[in-house]
């Protein structure tokens, strides 16, 4: 079976690869050990930060962490602990 270009085959999306610093989100849910439509439903509730452009989602590489310390990224999360700092 041939497949071209950007087509379907797998349920992953062949084609570019996802632009540095971000995930597809079958590599998001690989990388991080849930499933693909754990990502996908967090995504759409608004649980996991990510961009959309038509069909395509992008997540960000932190995601995860950025959804446990509430939407910050790591270098947020230490300014603020430094904050509190003596």
């Known amino acids: 079976m041939a497949t071209s270009k950007g087509s379907r085959r797998g349920g992953q999306r062949q084609g570019r690869p996802a632009p540095k610093g971000y995930l597809r ?5 690989a990388q991080n050990h849930i499933g693909i439509n754990q990502v996908y439903k ?7 930060p990510h961009v959309q452009f038509g069909r395509t989602i ?20 230490q ?3 430094d904050e509190g700092q003596p």
């Open 79 to 81: 300014l603020d602990d």
């Open 42 to 48: 967090a995504a759409r509730e608004g649980r996991v």
């Open 25 to 29: 989100p079958a590599q998001f849910a």
């Open 58 to 77: 992008l997540l960000p590489e932190d995601a995860l962490d950025r959804m446990v310390t509430g939407g910050k990224s790591a270098v947020e999360q």
